[in-house]
C-alpha cells in the first residue's frame, strides 16, 4: 500500500491557469515514479475568476481515485486560497508606489508624532522639568529637547530594527510581523467566506454543501480532458506508425511467400515434365521389344 504525505499550503499565487497538484502542497511518497505522478495531478482550472478556495479533501480524493487503496496523510491546512497572477505590474508603476508609500509613511508618522506633542503639551513639561532642575527658564532649546530628539530616533530605529536597508539582528521586524498576522488573518476570512457561499449555495439548491466539490471536479476534468487529448494524439501518432510497419512487413511476408510459391509450383512443373518423360521412354523401349519379339 503506498502511503502519501501532503503538506497543503495556506496561499499560493500562480500565473498558469491549470493548478496541479505540486503548486498547492507538498508531495512525499517512497515511490518516486508515484510522486511525480501524484505531483502532475490537475486540480484545478481557471475559468473566469482569479481566486478560488481549494479543500484538501478534494486533494486527497484526487489521489485516491488515481491510486486505488492508497493511503494519504495530510499534515499542512485544510484549504487552499489559490490567486492568479495576471502578469507583473510595469517597474515605473512599481517605483511610483514606493515613493508615494514612504511620503505618506514619513509625513503620516511626524504628524502623528506633533499631535501627540500637542496633546501632552510637551513645551510646558520641558520648561517646567528645566526651571526645576536647574532653576532658570527654558527657552525652547535645552537639553531635554535635543536628548529627546535622539532618544526618540533611537528609539525608532532599534525599534523597527532597521538601519536604511540594513538589520540590526536576523529577528522579524513589527512591520513583518503584523504584516504577516494580517496575511493570515485575510486568508482565514476569504476561506470562511468562500465556504459560507457555498454552503448558502448549497442549501439555497438543495444540495448541501457537496456542491463545491462538484463545480471543482468539471474545472477538473477540463484540465485531464485536454491531457488526455494530447496522449490520444500520441498513441494515435504510434498507432499509425505501428500499423505502417506491421503493412509493410506483412507485404514483405506476402512477397517472400508469393516467391516460395512461385518456385514450389516451377519445381513440381519440373518434377511432373521429368516424370512424364520417363514414363514416355519407358513405355517406347517396352513397346520396340515387343514388336521385336514377335517379329
Known amino acids: 500500500m503506498q502511503i502519501f504525505y501532503l503538506k497543503a499550503e495556506e496561499k499560493v499565487e500562480l500565473e498558469n491557469a491549470c493548478v496541479k497538484l505540486s503548486d498547492v502542497a507538498d508531495i512525499l511518497c517512497e515511490d518516486d515514479a508515484a ?3 501524484a505531483e502532475d495531478l490537475a ?3 481557471f475559468s473566469g475568476e482569479n481566486r478560488a478556495v481549494i ?12 491510486f486505488p487503496g492508497s493511503r494519504v496523510v495530510s499534515l499542512g491546512a485544510g484549504d487552499v486560497l489559490v490567486e492568479r497572477r495576471m502578469g507583473k505590474p510595469h517597474p515605473i508603476w512599481e517605483k511610483i508606489k514606493i515613493i508615494l ?3 505618506l509613511s514619513f509625513f503620516g508618522a511626524a504628524f502623528t508624532i506633533m499631535a501627540f506633542h500637542n496633546d501632552i503639551s510637551i513645551e510646558d513639561i520641558f520648561s517646567k522639568v528645566y526651571r526645576l532642575v536647574t532653576g532658570m527658564e527654558s527657552d525652547g532649546l535645552t537639553v531635554l529637547e535635543v536628548s529627546y530628539s535622539i532618544g526618540l530616533s533611537a528609539g525608532i530605529i532599534l ?22 498576522q494580517y496575511e493570515s488573518d485575510v486568508v482565514t476570512a476569504l476561506v470562511e467566506n468562500a465556504n459560507r457561499e457555498q454552503s448558502h449555495a448549497g442549501e439555497e439548491s438543495g444540495k448541501g454543501t457537496q456542491e463545491r466539490p462538484h ?6 476534468d477540463s484540465c485531464r480532458e485536454t491531457g488526455e487529448k494530447e496522449t490520444h494524439a500520441g498513441s494515435g501518432e504510434k498507432r499509425e506508425s505501428a500499423n505502417a510497419g506491421s ?7 506476402n512477397a517472400g511467400s508469393a516467391t516460395n510459391r512461385k518456385s514450389v509450383n516451377a519445381g513440381s512443373a519440373t518434377n511432373r515434365k521429368s516424370v512424364n518423360a520417363e514414363s514416355a521412354g519407358g513405355e517406347e523401349k517396352e513397346h520396340d521389344a515387343g514388336s521385336g519379339g514377335r517379329s
Open 35 to 37: 510522486q511525480k505522478k
Open 43 to 45: 486540480v484545478y482550472c
Open 55 to 66: 479543500d484538501v479533501l478534494r486533494l486527497i480524493g484526487i489521489l485516491q481515485e488515481e
Open 101 to 103: 508609500i514612504a511620503l
Open 159 to 180: 525599534f523597527f530594527n532597521h538601519i536604511g536597508t540594513r538589520r540590526i539582528t536576523k529577528d522579524p521586524t513589527p512591520i513583518e510581523v503584523q504584516m504577516r
Open 215 to 220: 463545480a471543482r471536479v468539471e474545472n477538473t
Open 247 to 253: 503493412g509493410e512487413k506483412r507485404e514483405s511476408a
